[in-house]
C-alpha cells in the first residue's frame, strides 16, 4: 500500500519537477491524509508529521507548491510553505523554524496545485543555516521561486528520506490566506 502510494510521486509529476527520486519512507500526518484532493479549510493548520528517526539525527523538513501561479505556467515555483531545520530525531516541535507554515492557497482558476513534503536527514549534525531569514506566517518574502534543489546542494542535504504530498484548488479559504499574507 505505502508502495503504491509512494509511485503517486511519479504518476503526479512530483519526480521530476521537484525532486529526482522517490523518497525511502512516507512522511504522514495526523490532520489530514496526503495523496488526496483536499479541501483548504482541511490544510490550513499546520500539520503534525511523523516519520520514522533516528533520535541522535538532525533533519530538515520541507513544504513547497512547485504550481504557482498554475500547473500550466509555474512562473512563481516552487512556493514556500514551510521550512524547519535543525530537528531533533523526529521532533519536528523542537527544530528550528525557518519558514512558520503557511496553508495551501491556490489562485482562483489555477487548477489542483500540489502540495509537497520532503524530509532530509543532516549528515553533518546541528547545522547554520545562514543566510537564511526566517519567516513569519504573515511574510511573503523569500517565499516564491524558491528551488527545494538548490536549497538541498546548497546545504549538502542529499535525497529526501521521506516524503508526502496533496493536492488542493481554490476555495474561499484562499482569501482569507492572502489577507493574511498581505497583512490585512
Not at 101 to 118: I, Q
Request: hydrophobic share 40%; with cysteine; glycine share 6%.
Amino acid at each position: 500500500m505505502a508502495e503504491r502510494k509512494m509511485e503517486a510521486f511519479t504518476k503526479d509529476a512530483v519526480i521530476p519537477d521537484v525532486i529526482d527520486s522517490i523518497p525511502a519512507k512516507l512522511l504522514t500526518f495526523t490532520r489530514f491524509i496526503a495523496f488526496y484532493i483536499l479541501s483548504l479549510n482541511q490544510v490550513s493548520a499546520c500539520p503534525s508529521v511523523h516519520y520514522e528517526a533516528e533520535d541522535s539525527a538532525y533533519y530538515t523538513l520541507i513544504m513547497n507548491d512547485p504550481d504557482a501561479p498554475s500547473r500550466q505556467d509555474p512562473k512563481f515555483g516552487e512556493w514556500h510553505h514551510w521550512l524547519v531545520t535543525n530537528i531533533p530525531g523526529n521532533k519536528v516541535e523542537s527544530g528550528d523554524v525557518m519558514s512558520e507554515y503557511v496553508g495551501a492557497g491556490p489562485p482562483k482558476n489555477t487548477g489542483l496545485h500540489r502540495y509537497v513534503f520532503l524530509l532530509y536527514k543532516q549528515s553533518s549534525g546541528r547545522q547554520d543555516f545562514a543566510p537564511l531569514v526566517k519567516l513569519t506566517k504573515l511574510s511573503m518574502d523569500g517565499r516564491p521561486m524558491w528551488k527545494v534543489r538548490e536549497f538541498v546542494a546548497k546545504y549538502r542535504l542529499g535525497e529526501p528520506v521521506a516524503g508526502n504530498f496533496f493536492q488542493a484548488e481554490y476555495d474561499s479559504y484562499c482569501d482569507k490566506l492572502m489577507q493574511q499574507l498581505s497583512g490585512n
